[in-house]
């Protein structure tokens, strides 16, 4: 069975204070693995679709990165309206479904 | 602006109630999916439909039903066979199963 695994459940980080977001993955073969931003009340915002170890994707202060079973969001020098909740997905090639994780809360603290 | 509109954003319904919740899409979109997220869980698909007048059920469909009787519209029935109906109802769309899915804003449901 597929399963997405995030870690940690919350992360509290200062103004500026770099860190990294986890995703661990078993999905047996993955097709791809998605990132999502979501703010409360609110629907997830695509960030990131990752498709082979090794591929890294950037967008202002955030970069995605995947290795064979795990994928990371790295956040550098965060801003207080990074806070939101980050989600991560996989899909295989045997269906249409995504797994998503339990998600990410990170709160930047000005 | 393409998206995807949900509708009512705050719903409430007495027990026993079936209630249907809206979903509207202008993407293009030929796939749309139903979750439910609730505290502490990943979001949970319910149903799927990559055509219109064809659907499949999720990993939770029991209490719930759907139609896709149009490309841009997929609504739900909480029916009153589910027995937890409260929670954060999203809906979503893609062009294919690779693609990213693009959410609506969700209706959040409340049963008393």
């Known amino acids: 069975e597929d399963q997405v695994t995030q870690s940690p459940e919350a992360l509290r980080l200062q103004e500026g204070e770099s860190s990294s977001l986890n995703c661990s993955y078993t999905v047996s073969g993955l097709r791809g693995l998605f990132w999502y931003r979501q703010d409360p009340g609110k629907g997830p915002e695509f960030l990131f679709t990752l498709y082979s170890a090794g591929e890294e994707k950037e967008k202002e202060r955030l970069k995605a990165t995947l290795t064979k079973k795990e994928s990371f969001l790295h956040i550098t020098a965060p801003k207080p309206e990074d806070s939101a909740t980050y989600l991560c997905?996989?899909?295989?090639?045997?269906?249409?479904?995504?797994?998503f994780g339990t998600g990410t809360r990170l709160t930047i603290i000005p | 602006d393409g998206g995807i509109t949900q509708s009512p954003k705050y719903l409430f319904r007495k027990e026993g109630q079936n209630v249907t919740l809206s979903c509207e899409q202008n993407?293009?979109?030929?796939?749309m999916y139903w979750y439910r997220q609730d505290p502490g869980q990943g979001l949970r698909l319910i149903y799927y439909s990559q055509i219109v007048n064809d659907f499949q059920k999720g990993d939770i469909a029991e209490g719930y039903s759907v139609s896709r009787e149009k490309k841009e519209s997929f609504p739900l029935t909480v029916t009153s066979a589910q027995k937890n109906p409260t929670a954060f109802y999203l809906c979503?769309?893609?062009?294919?199963?690779?693609?990213?899915?693009?959410f609506g804003n969700g209706t959040r449901l409340t049963v008393t």
């Open positions: 979503a769309s893609n062009r294919d199963g690779a693609s990213p899915l693009h």
């Open positions: 993407l293009n979109h030929d796939a």
């Open positions: 997905a996989g899909t295989n090639f045997g269906n249409e479904k995504l797994t």
